[in-house]
């Protein structure tokens, strides 16, 4: 157990009270890369697809507190029933790879691809980690929403229905689903908003199967290759597991590529005496160190994501305690009726 200050162990108390007297009326919910103590408050931990379900299957509270970054509290908003209101405890918690792709540049790019290929033969695809205009944008031209569980899932009913998918914010998890589905290099493009036709020619656009924007992820790009060869060197006999957020070089030498829920469950199920190094957000790997005491657990490298940590228990008590009235996140009806349509089309999809 965590050494904990007096003022934290009364916090947690507040927490706990507010709580009980709610009762089935209010819902924590933590994404796996909240702090410790955030996630043994939370009703529900879990990735963000296992969010996205939690929310859509819970209607009995009217108050929903998530406890992640602003996008999953904007697609809790829209998954959840009229009668309920999603807050989260800071409203600053926000996602870089998020602000990446805003919906002026989506649709600049969309309007230049039409001027070169039929779009009605492109399937737009939202990464979960996206703001709700986009996720409409999908939704009003027939795409959906996609999480790092269930990409492999998302990208095979767009190729069910569409020869393209114009995949963003997050080039990686794009590039390394289309690996795993053995679509070659050269059928992959980026798109580069600040270029004209994102820096590509019409052959290459013509070409491409997998169109992807130039977007990434701070926590999951600071693993280097170096760092995967030197705990290779350091522990022969570890497994390497990473999430597909990685850059392709050091997914290649991974040994296991998931999503964070399935990086949980691989860790749970491994065999006691192992030694397994994991590549995602450190608040993480130490929780499945802690949980997985049989086990060696050690990360690949220590790195943060400073937004999730944004939220702590002085700010989930304040929420606690207005509930209904503080940092309230709201969607706009007509944004959110597209939005919800792909995320729906998500929420079908089986985890892969």
Known sequence: MLDRSSEEERLIEEIKKIKKEMGDNLIILAHHYQRSDIVDLADFRGDSFELS???????????????????????????????QTVQIPDQHAGCP????????????????????????????????????????????????????????????????RSEKVFFFPDQHLG??????????????????????FGGNSREEIKRARIILWDGYCLVHTRFKTEHVRGMRKRFPEAKIVVHPECTEDVVSLSDVVGSTGYIVKYVKEAAPGSTIIVGTEI????????????KKVLDLCNS???????????KLLWTCENIGKVNVVTVPDTIKENAQKALKRMLDLPAS
Request: net charge negative.
């Open 53 to 83: 379900q939690k929310t859509a299957q819970s209607r009995t509270a009217n108050n929903i507190i998530f406890c992640g970054v602003h996008f999953m509290a904007e697609s809790a908003t829209i998954l959840a029933g009229p009668h």
């Open 97 to 160: 790879m998020a602000d990446m792709a805003d919906i002026h540049l989506v649709e600049k790019a969309w309007e230049q691809l039409a001027s070169i290929t039929d779009t009605g033969a492109i399937m737009p695809m939202a990464y979960m980690n996206s703001d709700a205009e986009l996720k409409a944008f999908c939704g009003r031209n027939e795409g959906l929403v996609c999480t790092s569980s269930n990409a492999p899932a998302a990208f095979e009913w767009a190729f069910g």
């Open 175 to 196: 590039r390394n689903t289309g690996n795993r589905m053995g679509i070659s290099p050269e059928e992959m493009i980026v798109w580069d908003s600040q270029k004209p």
């Open 283 to 294: 608040n993480l790997v130490r929780r499945l160190a802690k949980e997985n005491p049989d």
């Open 304 to 314: 943060l994501c400073a937004n999730m940590f944004k939220i702590d228990l002085k």
